[in-house]
């Protein structure tokens, strides 16, 4: 573990307190409103009326009691919300108040704890180059808690990302329909295909986590970077405005193809940012969803 149980504590402490004023009835209510449950179950037999669709008499009851009863059926409410986060070395990275680590517990503290007021079950896949952690899905708050206790725990990782292995894990491991939060700063190539197949089996927003200094180098002149997945160290001038503006570029059309690919595919998605809020793009997701039911 990358840091003492006390401290870890206190982080989970402060990220239950910063994301429970962020619930309220609305987002609660919205959220309902938009993941549906996985179909219709039983619910029980009654009197056939005129009107009633014949073919769902229940003949046995029907039989016993001696009067045409049709079964009645009810949507199916409870959900399965899986969380796939990304703990790779580029995670630990934050030049604001914030690391893309804590903002990944923090969304998914957000996230499993209306989850959770909505009585659905929730679990855990923990990533990097391989699956570090892998938590089965259940319901209650002390899960919230050990979900983000365990993202936190995981932030000094010096690994690098496979997101296909970590979607490659989690259709396995979840054959029923759930709805998964793929958060990750997805640097990473060739996922696509695999994201897109399991985009057709359980309902994929995808959570994509940066930071402002990934897409604006300082004007600081000469610093020494290192590669937190690697650990390999590359003394960069930025001082040169040629050299900011070649990785400004680079960095807005990995995150353009990114969205593109998304929006293609119809994937839903919130774009985080350890710069900013993000309740106001949840809610907003939310009600794009709304739209489309």
């Known amino acids: 573990m990358s840091i003492d149980t ?38 029980e037999v009654r009197p056939y009326v005129p009107g009633d669709d014949v073919r769902s008499i229940n003949w ?28 790779s070395g580029s995670q630990i990275f934050g030049s604001q108040t914030r690391s893309k680590s804590e903002l990944a517990a923090e969304i998914t503290c957000l996230l499993a704890m209306t989850a959770i007021r909505n009585q659905d079950k929730i679990g855990l896949i923990l990533f990097s180059d391989r699956i570090l952690k892998s938590i089965p899905p259940r319901k209650g708050r002390t899960a919230v808690m050990r979900l983000v206790r365990e993202v936190l725990a995981a932030d000094e990782t010096r690994e690098g990302t496979d997101i296909t292995a970590a979607l490659r894990f989690l259709n396995n491991v979840q054959k029923r329909k759930a709805v998964v939060f793929l958060v990750s700063d997805f640097q990473d190539d060739n996922f696509e295909k695999e994201l897109r197949m399991t985009a057709r089996h359980h309902d994929v927003i995808a959570c994509p986590v940066s930071d402002p200094c990934e897409t604006e180098l300082p004007n600081a002149g000469l610093i020494e970077f290192q590669d937190p997945e690697s650990g390999e160290l590359l003394l960069v001038d930025t001082g040169s405005s040629s050299l900011r503006d070649a990785f400004r570029k680079q960095a807005e059309e990995a995150d353009e193809q990114l969205v593109r690919f998304l929006k293609r595919t119809g994937i839903d998605f919130i774009r ?13 997701l939310f009600r794009r969803r709304a739209r489309k039911h």
Request: hydrophobic share 40%; charged share 30%.
């Open 60 to 87: 046995n009851v029907t039989a016993r009691t001696g009067s045409p009863h049709v079964k009645r059926f009810s949507e199916e409410r409870e959900l399965t919300v899986i969380f796939l986060v990304d703990v």
């Open 6 to 43: 006390t401290e870890l504590m206190k982080q989970v402490g402060k990220i239950k307190i910063l994301t429970a004023h962020l619930i309220d009835d609305r987002l609660s209510g919205d959220y309902h409103s938009v993941f549906k449950g996985q179909g219709v179950e039983f619910d």
């Open 272 to 284: 985080l940012s350890t710069a900013k809020p993000y309740i106001d793009d949840v809610r907003a």
